[in-house]
């Protein structure tokens, strides 16, 4: 079975800070993926980054870069220069081996203080 | 944007009533999802769809039936509405099966059972 775990359910940071989302899971499966989505305050899911279980670099994709710790089995979802739009919720998921479903851990919601 | 539509948007319906709510894709994505949102659960999966007429259960299953008859159509039914179905609804659709393949959420649809 896999599992999504997310322990913060709010953080806050102030505006231009970093800051890190946890995010922890559990398979046995050999090759699977992680991804992050944020859900701002109109709804809508937006992808944000991939991590790949065989990837060796940790993935970055603009201001957002995913610490991967393969042995620690976490995925945290680092936001560095943080702006006020960043405030949302932000959801870890995975998808495992078989490939069928994505499971989601509960969500972290971030404020960014001005 | 990924082009998945979600109809009706909101609505409110009685207990004991049947519900239809649509999800169409113009992606022509083989796998489709529904998800419900509920606060403290995150996104939980109810049903999927690996093709046409091809599903399966999620986790959520219980009291919703769904039918693909199109690639591009997915419909999740509620047998007959409770309040505890009262959620927010999202149909996802993935490309492929492959682990590194991301989900594309639709816009959601806000069900209000009374």
Request: glycine fraction near 8%; aromatic fraction near 14%.
């Amino acid at each position: 079975a896999q599992k999504i775990t997310q322990t913060q359910p709010g953080m806050f940071v102030q505006e231009k800070e970093a800051v890190t989302l946890d995010c922890t899971y559990d398979t046995s499966d050999q090759s699977y993926g992680l991804f992050w989505y944020k859900q701002p305050s109109s709804g809508e899911m937006i992808f944000l980054i991939y991590q790949g279980s065989y990837d060796e670099q940790n993935a970055t994709e603009g201001r957002y870069s995913l610490n991967f710790q393969k042995a620690r089995k976490s995925a945290n979802l680092v936001i560095s220069a943080s702006q006020l739009g960043d405030s949302a919720m932000y959801f870890c998921a995975m998808r495992g081996e078989y490939g069928n479903q994505f499971y989601f851990g509960t969500g972290t919601s971030l404020t960014v203080i001005p | 944007d990924a082009g998945i539509t979600q109809s009706p948007r909101h609505k409110v319906t009685e207990t004991g009533t049947p519900v239809t709510l649509r999800c169409h894709q113009t992606e022509n994505h083989r796998y489709m999802y529904w998800y419900r949102q509920d606060p403290g659960h995150g996104l939980r999966l109810i049903h999927y769809s690996y093709g046409v007429k091809d599903t399966d259960k999620g986790e959520v299953s219980d009291g919703y039936s769904v039918s693909r008859s199109k690639t591009e159509d997915f419909l999740l039914t509620l047998e007959s509405a409770t309040s505890s179905q009262t959620s927010v609804y999202f149909c996802a659709i993935s490309e492929s099966g492959w682990v590194n393949t991301e989900a594309f959420f639709g816009q959601g649809t806000r069900l209000t059972v009374v």
